[in-house]
Every structure is written in structure tokens, then in C-alpha cells.
């Protein structure tokens, strides 16, 4: 995914009031079709290309775009079919897909993490038009997860682990923040096949360690993968599923090499301490994080540039 840059405005933890799209109309009526439609596509460039109602995509024939369907239907046999009473984080939500799937199954609270400002209106206003509110809150999710106590049921983390700069420290944190369950889903890279430990201890000197391509191994990606300055590591297929082990979890279910279903096993906790001093990161000539962000200009009009559906005026 293209990167957004910092715009070091002061991050929200409270939902923020607007959608970020002007609406007119009173209140309380039902938009057409015609007006979603312009809504939608004021909101700008959607990473994510669903159907929201009364009926529109809000891809708009981009092909940066993605159809999270697919990825949906990985992990949609693992979500129990009713989530009535459940709380539910999404961890770099984007603009709402995978945390709408799950308020339509009944849960009763959602918050989604996403520092990206253009996404979390798109976010808000999605769900706004399936009836829902979600908490939302523009943040990076090392403070996010650093700074909170709240626990859920359902922890999404999807698409965003290569993402981050100390994945681990997320994925312990996003492990002990999870009363029931969690998704995870991330790219991998080499031999897709779990490293079978015939030992329980390694000697330094063992090759193995470093020459088997299959042990787990996390790729450190200095400068930029896929053009993007916010990917940093890439795991390959047993370090996914050893990093969610050493989390305190038990994988139990992978239904894609990219994907693990993972329950509480082993609850370590946490330790507070009073104040966090987090370092900001960031690339060489590239912005610095954490905090909320938007896009530069021209990076969202090349974005925007992208949709092949036009809307006149
Ligand atoms: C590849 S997209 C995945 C979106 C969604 N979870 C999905 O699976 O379709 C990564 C998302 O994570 C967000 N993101 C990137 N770095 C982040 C960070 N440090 N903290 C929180 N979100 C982040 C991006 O803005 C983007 O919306």
C-alpha cells in the first residue's frame, strides 16, 4: 500500500464528529443511490473496494484498490456466526471493511486503529452507512497498544504486521489484548512449511540456524519494499506462526499460508510503568512516526488518478 506521510497532527483517541464528506440533505433522510455515490467518491481513493448501501463500490475501478473478500472468507469460518455482546479491535482497519463484517455478526463494540486521516473517515462513513459507529482512533498502533488496558474478544490484525517497525512488541501486546481470539494475516516469504525443531536447544555455532530457509526468520527491510517506506519486516512461514507461540497463543487454524487463527494459551500479562518514551521511526528522506498522518497532496491525487470511474462536476 502506498505510504502516507506524517502530518504530525495531534492524534485522537476519541471518535472525531464528522465523516469528513459534506452531506446535504436533512437529517435522518435516506440518501439515493446517486448521493452515496458522490459521497464515496469525495472521500477519495479507498484502499479497501466493497459495497457499502444503498449499493456502492467505493473502488471505483481502481486497480490499486483490493477486493478484501477474499481475505474475508479465509477467516470468516474461524468468526463464531453471532458476536452478540463481543468487543472486537481492528488493528490498522483502513477504511472499515473486516470491522463492519464483524458488527453485522452482532458484536457490540468495534474500535479500529488507523493513523492514516483519510482512511478513518472512510471508515466512519461506511460504517455510518451500515447504521454502525465505530470508536475510531487516528493513532499508530505501537502507542495504541502501548498506552491502553482495554482488552477484546476478537483481535483483527490483518495486513499490517510487515508494517510496523517492532512488530513483535504489537503482537505481544495484541496477544495479551485478546480475551478470545485472533487473526492474523501478513506476507511471508520462502518455503511454506513449518520448521520441524528436532532439539530444544541450538548450539551457537549451528548453521542451521541461519542456512535452513525454513527456520524462522524475519527479513529486516532497510530501505523500501514495494516502493513503501512503511514496510519493515517480513517474516517468513514458520516465524508467523512462532512469533504468535512466543505471543502466548495457540495457532488453531491456518488457513492460508498468510493467515493464522491463533486462541489465548499462556497469559503473560503486562508491566506498566508510568510514562512512555517511544522513539519516533522512520526512513532515510522519508517521514517520521509514530502519530496520526495524511497523504501529501500529489501522493493522494496519484492515487486518485488511479480510478477509472469518473464522477462529472
Ligand atoms: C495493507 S493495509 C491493511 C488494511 C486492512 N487491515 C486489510 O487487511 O485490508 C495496512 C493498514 O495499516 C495501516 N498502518 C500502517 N502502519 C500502521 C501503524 N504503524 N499503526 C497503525 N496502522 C498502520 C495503514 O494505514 C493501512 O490502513
Keep these: 500500500m502506498p505510504a502516507a506521510s506524517s502530518s504530525r497532527a495531534s492524534s485522537s483517541r476519541r471518535p472525531s464528529s464528522g465523516s469528513g464528506v459534506a ?3 436533512p437529517e435522518g433522510q435516506s440518501p439515493t443511490l446517486e448521493q452515496v455515490r458522490r459521497e464515496v467518491y469525495e472521500l477519495g481513493w479507498w484502499y479497501q473496494d466493497f459495497e457499502i ?7 471505483f475501478g481502481s486497480p490499486l484498490s483490493y477486493d478484501p473478500q477474499h481475505r474475508w472468507s479465509l ?5 463464531p456466526a453471532d458476536l452478540t455482546g463481543m468487543s472486537v479491535l481492528d488493528l490498522g482497519g ?8 464483524m458488527l453485522l455478526r452482532g458484536a457490540a463494540r468495534c474500535v479500529l486503529v488507523e493513523p492514516v486521516v483519510e482512511f478513518a473517515e ?3 462513513y461506511a460504517a455510518m452507512r451500515f447504521g454502525f459507529e465505530l470508536e475510531i482512533v487516528t493513532e499508530d498502533v505501537h502507542v495504541y497498544c502501548l498506552t491502553t488496558e482495554d482488552r477484546f474478544d476478537h483481535v483483527l490484525f490483518l495486513g499490517l504486521l510487515y508494517h510496523l517497525r517492532y512488530p513483535n512488541l504489537v503482537l505481544d501486546r495484541a496477544a495479551d489484548m ?3 481470539r485472533l487473526y492474523l494475516q501478513s506476507d511471508v516469504l520462502g518455503p511454506e512449511q513449518e520448521f520441524v525443531h528436532d532439539r530444544d536447544n541450538y548450539a551457537r555455532d549451528d548453521a542451521e540456524l541461519l542456512l535452513d530457509p525454513a527456520f524462522p526468520k524475519l527479513a529486516f527491510i532497510e530501505h523500501l519494499y514495494n516502493r513503501d517506506a512503511t514496510n519493515w519486516w ?3 512461514f514458520a516465524a508467523l506462526s512462532a512469533l504468535v507461540r512466543a505471543a502466548g497463543m495457540e495457532v488453531v487454524a491456518r488457513p492460508h499460508p498468510q493467515v493464522i487463527v491463533a486462541d489465548p494459551k499462556r497469559r503473560l500479562g503486562t508491566a506498566q510503568y508510568r510514562r512512555l518514551v517511544f522513539p519516533r521511526y522512520g526512513k532515510v528522506g522519508f517521514d517520521s512516526f509514530p502519530g496520526s498522518m495524511r497523504f501529501k497532496p500529489a501522493d493522494w491525487q496519484g492515487l486518485l ?3 477509472t470511474e469518473k464522477l462529472g462536476g
Design 23 to 25: 452531506i446535504h440533505r
Design 178 to 180: 485478546s480475551k478470545r
Design 53 to 59: 448501501p444503498p449499493g456502492v463500490r467505493t473502488g
Design 122 to 124: 472512510q471508515a466512519r
Design 234 to 236: 517480513l517474516p517468513n
Design 94 to 101: 483502513s477504511c472499515g471493511f473486516f470491522a463492519i463484517q
Design 75 to 79: 477467516i470468516e469460518p474461524f468468526v
Design 305 to 307: 488518478d488511479t480510478r
